[in-house]
């Protein structure tokens, strides 16, 4: 069965300093990896995604992300951190269904809480 | 329009009452998702429509829940006999052919049962 762990579920960083989210995944089929970012008392919003190609892969705000296959990992990270970046973050994975559907898989958020 | 519209942003009704929830999808968006998401949690896969018909409605929590999407389009989520429990932010989502998963959410509706 897939899943997806963010090994943490809360981080606080001080400003200006880099941080990394974690998020491991487990899938015996080929997956597709998202990290969605939700600001308070907001919607969910797309920060980065890895389809194919390069492993590396740049979102919005300085964010990125690697996918690596063979540790079924996708950390982001950010360099530098505002206080605008305090949010939760959440690691997806998609999956096929049947036909040509495909479904997601969420893990439960980590909560970055950025201080002066 | 521009973005998923879901409305009400905020209701507050009382234990046992009938609920709708609204949701406008990006315009030419098929598929069209909807999550439950409770305090300090991920969001909860209630029901996914491609077109007019539920693709997949395996995330409903019991037949008080029911979804809808007669044109396509505009998708009502209605939930009867409301329970205590069924307090969270209801929020929806919308998808094109071809992107892989990635969905565009709307703010949310905050359901708070009293």
């Known amino acids: 069965a897939q899943s997806v762990t963010q090994l943490d579920s809360q981080v606080p960083v001080f400003e200006e300093a880099p941080v990394e989210l974690r998020c491991n995944y487990s899938?015996?089929?080929?997956?597709?990896l998202f990290w969605y970012v939700q600001y308070p008392n907001q919607g969910l919003q797309l920060l980065l995604k890895?389809?194919?190609?390069s492993t590396l892969v740049k979102g919005i705000n300085g964010f990125e992300a690697e996918f690596n296959k063979s540790q079924t990992s996708f950390h982001l990270r950010k360099p530098s951190v505002h206080i605008s970046d305090t949010a939760e973050y959440f690691c997806?994975?998609?999956?096929?269904?049947?036909?040509?559907?495909?479904?997601?898989?969420w893990g439960l958020g980590t909560s970055l809480a950025v201080n002066p | 329009g521009a973005g998923v519209s879901q409305t009400p942003s905020n209701k507050v009704t009382e234990k046992g009452k009938y609920v709708e929830l609204r949701c406008d999808p990006i315009?030419?968006?098929?598929?069209l998702y909807w999550y439950r998401q409770s305090l300090g949690q991920g969001p909860e896969f209630l029901i996914y429509?491609?077109?007019?018909?539920?693709?997949?409605d395996s995330g409903l929590p019991n037949d008080r829940f029911f979804a809808v999407r007669p044109e396509g389009s505009v998708s009502t989520l209605k939930i009867q006999r409301t329970e205590r429990g069924d307090s969270a932010v209801y929020l929806c989502?919308?998808?094109?052919?071809?992107?892989?998963?990635?969905?565009?959410f709307g703010e949310g509706s905050r359901l708070t049962v009293l």
């Open positions: 989502a919308s998808s094109s052919p071809g992107t892989a998963g990635e969905l565009f």
């Open positions: 315009s030419g968006h098929t598929a």
């Open positions: 429509f491609q077109g007019t018909g539920a693709a997949d």
């Open positions: 899938s015996s089929v080929s997956v597709y």
């Open positions: 890895y389809l194919s190609g």
């Open positions: 997806a994975v998609s999956v096929p269904k049947t036909g040509n559907n495909r479904k997601l898989i």
